[in-house]
């Protein structure tokens, strides 16, 4: 997701208008975005190195849970701010094919090959319509980029997409064809993304923001201690309805909104966390995508080498969060 001023480009290559303020050099990328990029898939990598600590500990399931309330919607709204340019020409559908569909094919290929011998598996078939692992963010991307246009058009397209997210909900039926369940849920994320300013992220990067989110995130901590022996983590993956996740019905919309709610408020405390200048990591913000892509292998491999075969034991599950 490579982002230049005053022509960003995204991570399938599509060149998009100044994006951050102040202004950058023509070519120069603003590392505050960067930044955050690397710092999200940092947390996601450690989420799924959290993941066998969590039983047995109400703590670790509680920081858990914080960590998946925002670090995926700080990923897709930086994603969706960084596609307000695109349209359906033919470069640019050329460049999304190769930047994501390419890379997905490869990818699913890859995971598959991966967890036969993982998983002991040697028959497994390969299925474009049924990701591993972490290829459900490319095909989702690949949607809510197509569908870029349509949201510019209409004249509520957030309360659209959260409406669309919550019958998502209602719906089991809607299955794991590229996991759009998730893509469903997640969508408003995507569609905020598109409509967000370079002034809206210069709030939360002022000194008062990040004092601000102290206090937030601490409460958030509190709360999800209090809430984990209560409901379950599972409504911030967003790939489940609620008649999957064991609750009534009318659970599924109202959840939507809530979590929509709790996620917003901790992605902009962390971005009121991230560094604005040049940082070690700021070169690997660049390549993000990849290096997301790529830790799936490493935390997939961690079963095998613990000596372990219960798939997404210790490692992401076929629909890892």
């Not at 399938?12 to 603003?30: F, L, M, V, Y």
């Not at 459900?136 to 309360?159: N, S, Y």
């Not at 300013?197 to 901590?221: D, T, W």
Request: charged share 15%; aromatic share 14%.
């Amino acid at each position: 997701m490579s982002h230049r001023h005053p022509a960003a480009v995204t991570p399938a290559g599509h060149a998009s208008p100044e994006t951050a303020a102040p202004p950058k050099q023509a070519g120069q990328r603003d590392a505050f975005f960067d930044n955050a990029k690397y710092l999200a898939i940092v947390l996601v990598a450690m989420g799924h190195a959290w993941e066998p600590l969590r039983e047995g500990s109400r703590a670790v399931s509680a920081l858990y849970m914080v960590v998946y309330a925002f670090h995926m919607p700080a990923f897709i709204i930086i994603s969706g701010y960084f596609s307000r340019s695109f349209d359906p020409t033919p470069g640019r559908l050329r460049r999304l094919v190769t930047g994501l569909a390419v890379p997905y094919v490869v990818f699913e290929t890859a995971y598959t090959l991966f967890t036969r011998w993982t998983d002991q598996e040697p028959d497994r078939p390969v299925s474009l319509l049924d990701p591993l692992y972490l290829t459900w963010f490319l095909a989702a991307l690949f949607i809510w980029r197509l569908t870029t246009p349509v949201w510019r058009r209409v004249r509520w397209p957030l309360p659209l997409a959260l409406l669309i997210a919550m019958l998502a909900t209602l719906s089991p039926s809607i299955g794991n064809d590229l996991d759009l369940q998730r893509t469903l849920q997640f969508l408003p994320y995507f569609v905020l993304g598109l409509f967000l300013r370079p002034e809206h992220f210069q709030l939360v990067r002022r000194r008062a923001a990040r004092i601000l989110a102290v206090p937030v995130f601490a409460g958030a901590l509190v709360l999800a201690y209090w809430a984990v022996p209560r409901m379950t983590g599972a409504w911030f993956y967003h790939r489940d309805s609620a008649e999957e996740l064991a609750a009534p019905a009318w659970y599924g919309p109202m959840m939507t909104l809530v979590t929509f709610g709790c996620s917003l408020a901790l992605v902009a405390c962390f971005l009121a966390w991230v560094p604005g200048r040049r940082a070690w990591f700021t070169a690997l913000g660049a390549g993000t995508l990849y290096g997301y892509l790529l830790h799936g292998f490493v935390a997939q491999g961690s079963k095998f080498w613990a000596g372990t075969s219960r798939r997404g034991s210790t490692g992401p599950s076929e629909r890892s969060p």
